[in-house]
């Protein structure tokens, strides 16, 4: 069959998948994060940590909650790594050094898994299975709780009172993540990928010579890496490794494990604020958003021009035979619109064009669906600043389901807006005012300051790919990029959780004629080119100078 088909059937069977299981899980999670029931392991968990799960929680306690668990994650991962060379099971790997120590309990304490080493030749089987797995499911219902917290402050009135963050956290976990994560892993597991705990072994090549690898528990660590929308990878080359990604069947479970919580989640905000029409309004922006981006990365990819493209059928460097352009292509959107930074394919080989769709897709805020939470709290931000808008061009107070959009609540998502575009600009721009760029780039010119700004662009939104022409384990990378994982992750936190109490204190606003009507498609539009727009005029002229210089010179 030819590729363009074939990766126009992918696209369709997984748009199936989705369709499918979005009205079950969404419900499910809205019961989840509804219910006042315990379960009796979740109470030997709150007994274990002395939280009341009961106890409803103001904003500032629940934003207090978050950032002690996450530092206490923080410091327990650096901990771990830094003994590893005394811990059992270590394969004979040294400690971490103090900075990439950092660096790596940063990152996935974030849900960015930003990784500058070889995870086969640096971590052993504690690191990987008690430090990088635990954290990958921690951070992923972090996010979902934060998001969870909004949706309250929308749905409760009269009230600063958001839930208790420790009972979202241990739901999420124990009711959701876990759960879903043993069925994937046994399928990863049917697929091929390997579930061990075995240590280095020399295997032969076909060229002659052998070549050593070790095992690991890889299947349970990928299947959370991707529906937690983590990232990461237990080997360098991560999911075109086909230790953890054996197949084109693997391949597309796991694209489906991206993004299903995501889009989920738009289901289970329409039920929890009793109205499903407000939850397929947000769906609808961000379906309308991947699909598109997929269609232009599937365009630029197989429109490659010349006679090495024409013979290999598209722009093949870079890319696993076994998956091949189509396959790539949606793989790479997946995890660009939202938080994972898994890649099957090297983002850094993608034509000109390509590698811009990938880094747009970051700076809309990979919300489009976007990280698990994440997206939701950042499309629901993107909402609040549309109806703003709106508001601004009728001459009327702008109200989002039900409640007013005032000076502070237009002031917090704005803050929102602006932490990661500074993060990003500014780090890109100190890092070309130093030395340590030309030390660390292997490409000069439009491209090499690409993977500058590609790489502070994963940083700050959480995502953790790379452009894999940039050597980042330098103390100054190590160190800035670790700043801007943890920024950029928690003070957005702090808006989006001042928002919801505010919300939540308001009275509602009954609906009249005038109210903006946002479960219209009007409404999906509007939000479409408010996110667009803010996006473009933000991250434009850096953009410009990279990707888009790259593509119109090729």
């Keep these: 069959m030819s590729p363009v088909p074939a990766g126009i059937l992918q696209l369709l069977a997984l748009v199936a998948a989705l369709g499918l299981s979005y009205r079950p899980l969404g419900d499910y999670m809205a019961r989840v994060y509804s219910s006042e029931k315990h379960y009796r392991p979740e109470k030997w968990i709150y007994k274990a940590i002395g939280a009341n799960p009961s106890a409803e929680m103001r904003w500032p306690a629940y934003l207090r909650g978050v950032l002690a668990f996450s530092a206490a994650g923080v410091l327990f991962l650096y901990g771990l790594q830094r003994l590893q060379g005394s811990l059992p099971g270590s394969l004979g790997f040294a400690s971490i050094?103090?900075?990439q120590a950092f660096n790596t309990a940063a990152s996935f304490v974030a849900n960015t898994n930003w990784q500058s080493y070889y995870g086969e030749q640096a971590m052993g089987h504690v690191v990987q299975t008690g430090g990088l797995a635990v954290q990958n499911f921690?951070?992923?219902a972090v996010g979902i709780a934060v998001a969870v917290a909004l949706v309250r402050g929308f749905a409760r009135s009269r009230t600063g009172e958001l839930g208790n963050f420790w009972a979202d956290l241990v739901r999420g976990v124990v009711r959701i993540l876990l759960p879903i994560s043993v069925v994937g892993a046994l399928v990863l597991v049917a697929c091929g990928a390997i579930q061990n705990f075995s240590g280095i072994h020399e295997v032969g090549q076909f060229t002659g010579g052998t070549q050593q690898w070790n095992g690991g528990a890889v299947a349970s660590q990928e299947v959370i890496k991707e529906l937690g929308t983590n990232g990461g990878g237990y080997f360098n080359a991560n999911s075109a490794h086909p230790f953890e990604n054996p197949n084109g069947l693997s391949n597309l479970f796991?694209?489906?494990l991206i993004l299903v919580i995501p889009f989920a989640l738009t289901r289970t905000f329409g039920r929890m604020v009793g109205s499903l029409k407000q939850g397929y309004a947000i769906l609808g922006t961000m379906a309308a958003i991947w699909l598109a981006f997929t269609a232009l990365m599937l365009w630029t990819e197989f429109a490659g021009r010349g006679p090495a493209f024409e013979l290999a059928g598209g722009a093949m460097e870079g890319k696993e035979t076994r998956f091949g352009i189509g396959a790539s292509?949606?793989?790479?959107v997946a995890t660009t619109l939202t938080s994972?930074?898994?890649?099957?394919?090297f983002h850094s080989s993608n034509t000109g064009f390509g590698g811009g769709i990938n880094l747009l897709g970051m700076q809309l805020g990979e919300i489009a669906p976007g990280g698990v939470g994440s997206g939701l709290y950042g499309m629901l931000i993107m909402a609040i600043i549309a109806v703003f808008i709106a508001g601004l061009m009728v001459g009327r107070t702008p109200e989002y389901l039900g409640k007013k959009i005032g000076t502070r609540e237009i002031k917090l998502a704005a803050c929102y807006i602006l932490v990661t575009p500074a993060l990003v600009?500014?780090?890109?721009?100190?890092?070309?005012?130093l030395d340590t760029p030309a030390n660390s780039m292997t490409n000069s010119g439009a491209h090499g300051f690409s993977e500058i700004l590609y790489a502070y662009t994963s940083g700050a939104n959480n995502n953790g790919s790379a452009f894999a022409g940039l050597n980042a384990d330098t103390q100054w990378f190590n160190s800035t990029i670790g700043i801007a994982m943890l920024l950029g992750r928690f003070l957005p936190m702090v808006f989006v959780l001042a928002l919801a109490g505010s919300l939540a204190e308001q009275k509602p606003v009954p609906e009249t004629a005038g109210t903006l009507r946002t479960e219209k498609p009007l409404f999906t539009g509007l939000l479409v080119g408010t996110i667009m727009i803010i996006t473009g005029l933000t991250y434009f002229p850096a953009l410009a100078l990279g990707p888009l210089a790259e593509g119109l010179a090729a």
């Excluded at 600009?425 to 005012?433: E, R």
């Design 97 to 99: 050094d103090p900075d």
């Design 138 to 140: 921690v951070s992923a």
């Design 254 to 256: 796991e694209i489906f």
């Design 329 to 332: 292509a949606i793989f790479s």
């Design 340 to 345: 994972t930074g898994a890649v099957n394919s």
């Design 425 to 433: 600009l500014g780090f890109t721009a100190a890092s070309f005012v």
